[in-house]
T-cell receptor, first 115, second 113 residues
Framework: GAGVSQSPRYKVTKRGQDVALRCDPI?????LYWYRQALGQGPEFLTY????????KSGLPNDRFSAERPEGSISTLTIQRTEQRDSAMYRC?????????????FGPGTRLTVL | DQQVKQNSPSLSVQEGRISILNCDYT??????FLWYKKYPAEGPTFLIS?????DKNEDGRFTVFLNKSAKHLSLHIVPSQPGDSAVYFC????????????FGKGTRLSVIA
């Protein structure tokens, strides 16, 4: 594809429901990152993958959050038993994985609202 | 504890003048720095980067300066254009490979015609 795509663009859910956010990276990109962005803040790291391997999940807030990238392409971020504090913009980025550059290309984000 | 700080939430500049956006960092392990630009309802877009082995990188109207001893970098835009109005994020990583970025809170630049 031409760029990173994310779906859905907007998700409204009730507290306690599970949600799955999808990221489709730029074709051929090795690395895929998930960030969360609160209003008035910069993106904050959640987790990232090289190919299908999850390299670092230290940014995931708690065990209700998980992510996978089973075939090294599309990734899903899942939030179980959502809470109101999970409301934020969730951003996905991908990078080619060729050094020395760490240029990450961001998708448009998924705006999650938990009622 | 913010490792990347953008202390000016907003900046207004006249068209044609220079815009200077500043960024400070605290982590001495940061080795690679980037600036992203963000328009409303879009994701951040990569603008320019600099490795810690350099003190300046220039790309057209955009120049990034790095002062390692002061742990400070700045983005200069000259001449500023109305289309430059956006939120600018400073970001850093511990090396230039595939590592997560640490972002500042952003500075909203308004270029006035």
């Amino acid at each position: 594809g031409a760029g990173v795509s994310q779906s859905p663009r907007y998700k409204v859910t009730k507290r306690g429901q599970d949600v799955a956010l999808r990221c489709d990276p730029i074709s051929g990109h090795v690395s895929l990152y998930w960030y969360r962005q609160a209003l008035g803040q910069g993106p904050e790291f959640l987790t990232y993958f090289n190919y299908e391997a999850q390299q670092d999940k230290s940014g995931l807030p708690n065990d209700r959050f998980s992510a996978e990238r089973p075939e090294g392409s599309i990734s899903t971020l899942t939030i179980q038993r959502t809470e109101q504090r999970d409301s934020a913009m969730y951003r996905c980025a991908s990078s080619a994985g060729t050094e020395p550059y760490n240029e990450q290309f961001f998708g448009p984000g998924t705006r999650l609202t938990v009622l | 504890d913010q490792q990347v700080k953008q202390n000016s939430p907003s900046l207004s500049v006249q068209e044609g003048r220079i815009s200077i956006l500043n960024c400070d960092y605290t982590n001495s392990m940061f080795d690679y720095f980037l600036w992203y630009k963000k328009y409303p309802a879009e994701g951040p877009t990569f603008l320019i980067s600099i490795s810690s082995i350099k003190d300046k990188n220039e790309d057209g109207r955009f120049t990034v300066f790095l002062n390692k001893s002061a742990k400070h970098l700045s983005l200069h835009i000259v001449p500023s254009q109305p289309g430059d109005s956006a939120v600018y994020f400073c970001a850093a990583s511990e090396y230039s490979g595939n590592t997560p970025l640490v972002f500042g809170k952003g500075t909203r630049l308004s270029v006035i015609a």
